[in-house]
Nanobody, 122 residues
Framework: QVQLVESAGGLVQAGGSLRLSCAASGRTLTSYTMGWFRQTPGKEREFVAHISWRGGSTSYAESVKGRFTISRDFAKSTVYLQMNSLKPEDTAVYYC???????????????WGQGTQVTVSS
């Protein structure tokens, strides 16, 4: 089992920045990919970014590329999502997730955090 605990999100003005963190515990993450997803009411959960725990390779959704950065801290077993140049359309509940190998879709992630609200005001 992997437990994932996300930091609190928050309210930020458009153009601002926010960093989310996701602390993992329960087992070693060497074989896992850590992902960030987001969801707004009435819409499906949307991929934001992922990072392989072992090699550190990353992938981003086109909508956040160049603005968001995903990273990991081995010592703290924590994954971060640095969000810059935030837009109102980034408003969503953000979830971190862990999946073995390189999950291709959200359904292939095995463990999920509780979600944290990020609101970007215009």
């Amino acid at each position: 089992q992997v437990q994932l605990v996300e930091s609190a999100g928050g309210l930020v003005q458009a153009g601002g920045s926010l960093r989310l963190s996701c602390a993992a515990s329960g087992r070693t993450l060497t074989s896992y990919t850590m992902g960030w997803f987001r969801q707004t009411p009435g819409k499906e959960r949307e991929f934001v970014a992922h990072i392989s725990w072992r090699g550190g390779s990353t992938s981003y959704a086109e909508s956040v590329k160049g603005r968001f950065t995903i990273s990991r801290d081995f010592a703290k077993s924590t994954v971060y999502l640095q969000m810059n140049s935030l837009k109102p359309e980034d408003t969503a509940v953000y979830y971190c997730a862990a999946g073995l190998g390189v999950p291709a879709t959200s359904t292939e992630y095995d463990y999920w955090g509780q979600g944290t609200q990020v609101t970007v005001s215009s």
